[in-house]
């Protein structure tokens, strides 16, 4: 009988998150029965698509036992860069004159190039100049938002909104293949090759190792410096595809883009059971969290509810799962 209780507060504890969401989408449905069809779940999912690929970049960073506040600029930064480059030809107000129309690709990997550069920038200061991960990436946070400003600002734009994107670029937001929105397929995409690279490859194993304990790890011969620098490196590509597709589903840019993603992206690794400890994480668990966070608010403003309860209900389930986190991890040690 208690081993029975004990596998079943196990149990409970080790798939907390998927309660938790059933649950969610119950009370909303037994409220509103609307709430269960096929328009409002794509909707949701249209909507998770960008936070899904900014949280898979964060998991890294997590799972290796760091943490990143600037992933949500860097999203913003992103943005900017590819909407800038993705204006058709004819565009009332061109941010570059001159620059004739660029296949789509262009734009995106531009973004993620950005993502990149300050992804290793990231994992330079942490790993070379020993600065506390949250504290260099508070900088870095405030760095790039600066060149965002400086860069939205440049005439002739002079800080308008971008807009007049080319038609193929806005179809990565806005477009469909079978039904399908095509920023889901990416996001679903990205979640293929984040799952690959933490199950199926020598990196994912050492990354789990650098999170889980990083001086047994460094004393075991792996080199924490790259793999710090590598999950930096990682987050930075998903944070500028996330800023390509935030732009692509917007059909705009401004630099006030990605304020928050990055508390958004940290929460929905949490609460989808990434250890604040680090060592630990599931690209299933943090798809349910980020889902679980558009749940709450795409359920609560759908049965009329005020969106103020969202970051009360946000909140506790924040403090509820780090409790949760806390008491596993305190009981494997």
């Not at 970051?311 to 389930?317: A, D, E, H, R, T």
Request: one cysteine or more.
């Amino acid at each position: 009988m208690i081993k029975n209780k004990l596998d079943t507060k196990s149990l409970l504890m080790d798939y907390a998150i998927y309660v938790i969401l059933t649950a969610l989408v119950v009370i909303i449905a037994v409220i509103s029965p609307k709430f269960l069809s096929i328009n409002v779940a794509k909707d949701i999912l249209m909507q998770s698509a960008v936070r899904i690929v900014v949280a898979m970049g964060c998991m890294f960073i997590i799972i290796s036992g760091s943490a990143d506040l600037s992933g949500g600029r860097m999203v913003g930064l992103a943005a900017l860069i590819a909407a800038s480059l993705a204006q058709t030809a004819n565009a009332s107000l061109k941010f570059w004159p001159n620059l004739p129309e660029l296949p789509i690709f262009v734009p995106v990997l531009a973004a993620m190039l950005a993502g990149v550069c300050f992804g290793v920038f990231n994992g330079l200061v942490v790993s070379k100049l020993k600065v506390p991960a949250f504290l260099a990436t508070l900088g870095t946070q405030m760095i790039i938002f600066g060149f965002s400003s400086l860069y939205f600002n440049m005439e002739p734009n002079s800080s308008q909104p971008l807009g007049s994107l080319l038609k193929g670029f806005r179809n990565l937001g806005g477009g469909s293949i079978l039904g399908i929105p095509v920023i889901v397929i990416i996001a679903l995409l990205v979640m293929l090759v984040v799952w690959i690279l933490l199950t199926k490859t020598c990196l994912g194993k050492e990354i789990f190792a650098v999170g889980g304990n990083l001086e047994a790890a460094r004393v075991s011969g792996i080199n924490v410096f790259k793999i710090q620098l590598i999950t930096y490196s990682i987050a930075g590509a998903c944070y500028g595809l996330a800023g390509a597709l935030e732009a692509a589903r917007t059909s705009s840019a401004t630099s006030a883009y990605g304020s928050g993603y990055e508390l958004d992206a940290i929460a929905s690794c949490i609460v989808g059971g990434c250890s604040v400890a680090g060592g630990v994480g599931t690209v299933g668990g943090v798809f349910a969290g980020v889902i679980i966070f558009n749940v709450l608010s795409y359920g609560l403003t759908f049965i009329g509810i005020s969106p103020y309860w969202q970051n009360v209900v946000k909140g506790l389930i924040i403090i509820g799962a780090v409790a949760l986190d806390v008491r596993k991890y305190a009981g494997k040690k």
